[in-house]
């Protein structure tokens, strides 16, 4: 049984003046799918990511929720409330509570009413693990936690997929492993996720696929065990025996 | 001393009623001030470059002439073109125009203090940008604006004296008023100089409830 396609990216360009970030990016996701893009700083997997739900808008090609163009539709913001997107400094709203910052966008863009949202920002922080700390500020929350609150905000809005851009990259060392077992349970629930990430052991173990990118572009892409051990390209070999010497055998 | 108190006694009813309008004329002015500001800084941060240079220029013309100048305008200026304006309703109009510019640029830096990490993640959830304007960047942008408005507050009371000059009655002009008929120069300006003073200090602590009050958990400052 083929499952049906979520996300189809065709042919993605985008330059900032004379840098061209993307040179052509074409992928797709399949409901269910997690897949982890991997690659040096700068090749542009982040402005990718930001392609998607529109942040940054790109100067070519097309991504497909679904049916719909999102580069051509004109209900920018009813497609965004599709695509959850979890941010490197997690982004949370200072002003709120972890449960208001999940309520907000409840009730101002789907316009629940304030009781079932409040029910669905407890259900959500307590598929987080932080129910206790549904009245803290962003302040007063490790950054472990704020980025686990960042995830219940964009699971709140119940998407159709969910896009992490260095989700761990601004945590201790100490406080990434809470933010990945989250991800992990939420990709064996089902969740479509596409993650950029640094974090190699958890790519390995939780990706269907393996997408790595260099100067704005796909190198290669393939199940983690074939692109991890069997890499096909001379330039994922180099990148990853640059990992293995960072961090050892087997990624950090 | 005897003297003074019974000086005190005797121009303090009329002084109150100046008092009544200066207070009048502050609030009312800064309330207004504040709506304008509010409107030129969210214009000036977020409008085209068309609409962010117009209200460049309009605060800069308001805040680079004498608040006195434009009150004489208004006042004086206005009537040979058919606008005869009384002099209350001119104060009102200069000190809101003159303290919505002012308030706007606090306003803007402020606006610009709130993380573009947070407008952006307002977008992500589905929030259109005046949304992400109206629930998340204002709230945190008027919580700190509090201290320079308090400062603005006070300079605008103090300010409202100027009124004088194109007669409104607040408290200045009452002053002005007995002083010519006692001759007590020295100890009416001294008076109404104490009145304001506790006015002052009345509003720096109401404002600092206020500031108290709305602050956001985990922000407090470090004594």
Known sequence: MSKKEILRIVDLHKSFGDNEVLKGISLSLKQGETKVVIGTSGTGKSTMLNNINMLIPPDKGHIYLEDVDVTTTHDISRIRQQIGFVFQDFGLFDHLTAKGNIMIGLTKVKKMKKSEAEELAMFELERVGLQDFADSYPAQLSGGQKQRVGIARALAMQPKLILFDEPTSALDPELIGEVLTVMRDLAREGMTMLIVTHEMGFAKSVSDEIIFMENGKIVEQGPPEQLFNNPREERTKEFLFKLNELYGEGGA | ?????????????????????????????????????????????????????????????????????????????????????????????????????????????SIQSVSSGQIRAALSIGMTKWQGIRYIVLPQALRRVIPSWTNEFIYLLKYTSLAYIIGAPEMMTQAKFIASRNYEFFKVYLIVALIYLVIVLFFTQLFKWLENKVKIPGFEYIR
């Open chain 2, 1 to 109: 001393m005897a003297d003074f108190f019974q000086l005190f006694m005797d121009s303090f009813p009329a002084l109150m009623d100046g008092l009544g309008v200066t207070i009048m004329l502050t609030v009312i002015s800064i309330i207004l001030g504040t709506v304008l500001g509010i409107f030129l800084s969210l214009g000036k941060v977020y409008g085209s470059k068309i609409v962010s240079g117009v209200i460049t220029v309009f605060i800069e013309l308001i805040r680079g002439t004498p608040l006195l100048a434009q009150l004489f305008i208004l006042y004086f200026g206005l009537p040979p073109y058919g606008i005869r304006l009384p002099a209350l309703a001119v104060a009102l109009i200069g000190f809101t125009i003159n303290s919505g510019c002012y308030q706007a640029e606090y306003l803007r830096g």
